[in-house]
Every structure is written in structure tokens, then in C-alpha cells.
């Protein structure tokens, strides 16, 4: 069975089409997905669908600092003493700690450079700004977001899924831990916010 991982604009229908199958088909490789043709649920950036037994080349994968990324969720800052994993994010930009130190852009050059990715190499989310090259919001892409507090140099984190007026980032350091929550579009930073690291 060959999978599809969701991207950012597609919809069921879109999806059978790429693959030519029938919404019938469609149906039946990823049962209780559609009530009918017409009629299905909300789907998102990185959900998994089938879309049946022809491997092809046009069907992404999840980026594997992606895959990284997801793997982290729930790492946090310690109450007393520091974290050892976050000490290790921000070795990866030459930052000794402590884990209070803002990480978020440690934490994207930790999943970039543990994957074999280019990675900017700095702790600075303003550093990156101009990094990488310009996309449409991708899943798994990075996302840059003006400074939320003042003296701070803005925030970074992976493209999870856009929902209306929110985006919803894997980031480090949001909420003093690895996790996925949503920021208003608004915050994003002027030009292009999202950008692919090669």
C-alpha cells in the first residue's frame, strides 16, 4: 500500500485526481475519511492518507527534520538545574545555556544539522529570516515570527498546519518546551515568513 503525506492546499478530491483514483476508491483505501463523494472530513498538512498500491515518485514524504522535530515534543525547561537536551540544542549554535537561554532557533538548527540539512548555525530566530530559499507554506517548512516580547529577536518553528487566521508550529521554546501550538498569521514576519532550508 503506497502513501501520501497531506500538504498545504489539498483536499480529498485533489488527492484522488493526483493519483487517478475515484472519490469510490479513494473512499475505500481510507475508510470513515468520507461519508460520500461529496462529504468528508477536514483533512491537514502531515495526515497520512492511502492512495493504493501504485508507488510514485510525486507523493512526499515527511521531512526528516520533521520527523526529528516530532520526536522532541514535550522536551522542557527544568525547574532546577537544566535540561540536557535543550543544553544540546543550544550547543549546536555554540550557546552554553542555561536552558532559560531562548532556544527556539537552537532547536531548529538541532533538527536541521541531526538530519544532515543545511542549517543556519545560529541561535538567533532574526538570523534566519533571510535564510533558505522562499516557499508557499509546505508542511515541514520554517516559519518566522516577529518578536513576540520585547528585546527578543522573534520566533521559529516548523510548519504543523495553517487554520484560518492561526498557524500552528512544532517549535522549541514555545511555552518553555517542544510543542505545537498555534500563533496569529498577524505575528508573522513581513516578505516571506516561509522558507525551505535548501
Avoid at 468520507?34 to 498538512?45: M, Y
Avoid at 529577536?153 to 512544532?170: K, M, Y
Wanted: net charge neutral.
Amino acid at each position: 500500500m503506497s502513501s501520501y503525506v497531506v500538504q498545504s492546499g489539498d483536499t480529498p478530491s485533489k488527492i484522488a485526481a493526483k493519483f487517478g483514483l475515484s472519490m469510490t476508491a479513494f473512499m475505500q483505501l481510507n475508510p470513515g475519511l468520507c461519508w460520500s463523494p461529496t462529504q468528508c472530513q477536514l483533512i491537514f498538512p502531515g495526515q497520512v492518507l492511502q492512495v493504493g498500491e501504485m508507488v510514485t515518485a510525486a507523493a512526499p514524504l515527511t521531512p526528516p527534520w520533521m520527523q526529528a522535530a516530532i520526536g522532541e515534543i514535550g522536551v522542557s525547561e527544568w525547574p532546577h538545574g537544566d535540561n540536557p537536551r535543550i543544553l544540546a540544542y543550544l550547543a549546536s549554535v555554540n550557546i552554553q545555556g542555561p536552558d532559560e537561554t531562548s532556544w527556539c532557533a537552537a532547536f531548529t538548527n538541532w533538527c536541521l544539522k541531526m538530519t544532515g540539512y543545511p542549517h543556519r548555525g545560529s541561535g538567533r530566530a532574526a538570523d534566519w529570516f533571510d535564510w533558505g530559499r522562499p516557499v508557499a507554506p509546505y508542511y515541514g517548512c520554517l516559519v518566522l515570527l516577529q518578536p513576540l516580547a520585547a528585546g527578543s529577536s522573534g520566533h521559529i518553528g516548523f510548519l504543523h498546519a495553517l487554520q484560518g487566521d492561526r498557524v500552528w508550529l512544532l517549535s522549541g521554546n514555545s511555552g518553555n518546551q517542544v510543542r505545537i501550538a498555534s500563533y496569529p498569521q498577524s505575528k508573522l514576519i513581513a516578505g516571506v515568513p516561509f522558507r525551505w532550508p535548501f
